[in-house]
Structures are given as C-alpha cells and as structure tokens.
C-alpha cells in the first residue's frame, strides 16, 4: 500500500487550477445522481435507512455542499491583499492560498455517505488528493461508493480503501499531508498519535452512539 502515484500527481501541479477542481466536484455531482438508487439500496440493506431519511441526511446534503462550493471557489482561491509592514513598506503584500497535498479521509458507520463525502468536497476545493477508507460495518455501501469513486476518478487523484484495522493502521503508517477522521474517541487517539509521528495536521470529529 503507498500514495507515491498521489503525491507524484498532486506535484505535477494538476490539481491547482480552479477549473480543474470544480470540473472534479461536478463530476461528483454527476456521479451521486447515477449511483444514486444503488446508495439508496446499499443503505437500506447495511442500516436499515428508508429512502427518505438517506435523502434527507445523506444525499441531500451532498449536492448543496457542491454547488456551495462551486460557487465560492473563485472567492476562496483569490489572493487577498494585506498591509505591508515597515520592513515591506514598498511592496505589494498579498495572502496566496496553495493546497496542502494528499489527505486521509476516514469515515465512520452511521453516516457513511455523508461523512465520507462531505470532507471529500473539501478536498477536491482545496486542490488535495485523496485516500478514502470506509468501515467494515456497512460492505453494501463501502461496495458501490468503491465502484463510484472508481468509475469517476483516477486513482492518483481519488481512492478508496475497503477493510477492517489492519488496513487504516496500513494507511496511517504513510506519509500524508492532512488527516480527517471522523469516529470514535478510541481511534481518535491512534489517528492523532500518527499524525504525531510526522507532525501532520489531523481533523478529528468525534462522538459516539
């Protein structure tokens, strides 16, 4: 396991252009809508979700994240002028906003298309590439997002990683750029302690039944 070809293409310069990002978060849209059915299903077989709550707590949320996105990256990626100090009192002083590399997103079981997604939307607005694991307790949905994330991006942009522990100990013992979990206060602990290890910056969401 290794996110070589992720850094190689996130180093190539390909995800820094604002066009690039948001022709990707359209095609995550595109996407949600085709597999849309199959997600349906796949929650409904894993947890039990009727239709209606998976819209309204699932998908629902996805596609206005999205077009939120879409609309503020021009603004979000702008260079934002600043006061120049004594030292730089002749120059032009602006804040220039650069992606931060290959992220980790790992989410949790109870809202497994949300949680997974959401900060996968993130990422792509921020120009990152990323690794996706999802839990071992919902396999239908860890399946068709599998199927989805593969049938609409290249790996070297965008994977995800089925499996149970032994696999985020795999991926957490790589080198990454940002850390986003979502789960248990347990795990939380072992995410933050291998950030720790290369002084990588983690986002850590978590709750409990």
């Excluded at 239709?51 to 260079?79: G, S, V, Y």
Aim: glycine content about 4%.
């Amino acid at each position: 396991m290794t996110n070589k070809d992720q850094k190689e293409f996130f180093l190539s310069g390909a995800t820094r252009p604002v066009a690039f990002r948001i022709e990707q978060l359209r095609k995550l849209d595109a996407a949600l809508t085709k597999y849309e059915d199959a997600l349906y299903d796949a929650l409904w077989q894993d947890l039990g979700k009727c239709r209606e709550e998976a819209c309204f707590m699932e998908m629902m949320q996805l596609h206005e994240e999205i077009a939120n996105a879409i609309h503020q990256l021009p603004r979000w990626t702008k260079d934002k002028r600043v006061r120049a100090n004594l030292p730089t009192l002749l120059s032009k002083c602006y804040i220039h906003y650069e992606p931060l590399g290959c992220a980790l997103i790992i989410a949790p079981w109870n809202y497994p298309v949300n949680l997974l997604l959401c900060p996968l939307i993130g990422a792509i607005a921020a120009g990152c590439c990323v690794s996706l694991k999802t839990s071992p307790f919902v396999p239908t949905v860890s399946r068709v997002l599998k199927e989805m994330i593969a049938d609409t991006f290249a790996p070297n942009y965008i994977t995800l990683y089925e499996g149970h522990r032994d696999v985020n100990t795999e991926l957490l013992a790589l080198q990454w750029d940002l850390l986003f979990f979502t789960g248990s206060p347990e795990m939380g602990k072992v995410v933050m302690a291998a950030a720790a290890k290369n002084l990588t910056p983690c986002v850590l969401e978590l709750g409990g039944k």
